[in-house]
């Protein structure tokens, strides 16, 4: 199998896993993960991301805190959410969520079920682990887009080594929280949250793929 064959299939395995199994990852496969994941480039190799990794205990209190802290709290994300989603990305967007409303039996207009299984992701869908990703403040978008690069081999190097993943931009919303609690330093901006372990294969919200846009879509190719 050729490299290509061997990425492609990475990039197609993976997915958002949204029920985890409480089963640990080895701390020697989380290492790995990181270690593979830090290679990918970034602007002037400033290399920006920090990542703040739970196990454990650690993970249950973070658990705990986060959803006493959303009950309670008023979404303050670093960096601002989008304008909105026109056109192909908002359909885009109301498709995937009406794929996980299908999946787990939430019926249109059923907004108490609806948010029942949006607090799931504040439950980090009660993975074994999670991963905080943050970057300087100085470095703004582009320290973010670096850290995005980030995400994504996170993910993939997770995936080659048999752990399934979830990035979750919802933790951001709740940023001066997570820096409280981890004792972050205040010139870092809180990106996402990965949350990670050993999918259970039986839930139904882990029976559902996304689909992409094909190649015509999305390239402009000129010569």
């Not at 705990?64 to 979404?75: D, I, K, Y």
């Amino acid at each position: 199998m050729s490299d290509y064959d061997t990425l492609t299939g990475l990039l197609q395995a993976r997915y958002s896993c949204r029920a985890f199994r409480p089963d640990p990852v080895s701390p020697t496969d989380i290492r790995a993960i990181i270690d593979a994941a830090r290679h990918v480039p970034s602007w002037c190799n400033a290399q920006p991301w920090q990542v703040t990794v739970t196990t454990g205990d650690a993970t249950e209190r973070f658990r705990n805190a986060l959803q006493e802290a959303v009950a309670g709290g008023t979404p303050a994300p670093d960096l601002d959410p989008p304008d909105g989603y026109p056109g192909i990305y908002g359909d885009r967007r109301r498709a995937c969520g009406w794929q996980l409303y299908e999946a787990v039996g939430v019926e249109k207009g059923d907004r108490a079920a609806s948010a029942a299984q949006m607090m799931r992701n504040y439950s980090l869908f009660d993975a074994p682990h999670v991963a905080i990703i943050t970057s300087p403040r100085a470095l703004g978008a582009y320290g973010a887009m670096d850290s995005g690069g980030f995400v994504t081999a996170f993910t993939l190097a997770a995936r080659a080594r048999g752990v399934d993943t979830i990035a979750q931009a919802a933790i951001a919303f709740y940023a001066g929280f997570v820096r409280g609690h981890f004792d972050l330093p205040d010139d870092c901006m809180v990106l996402c949250a990965i949350s990670f372990g050993y999918a259970d294969a039986d839930h139904p919200a882990n029976g559902f793929r996304t689909e992409r846009a094909a190649v015509a879509d999305i390239l402009d190719l000129r010569s």
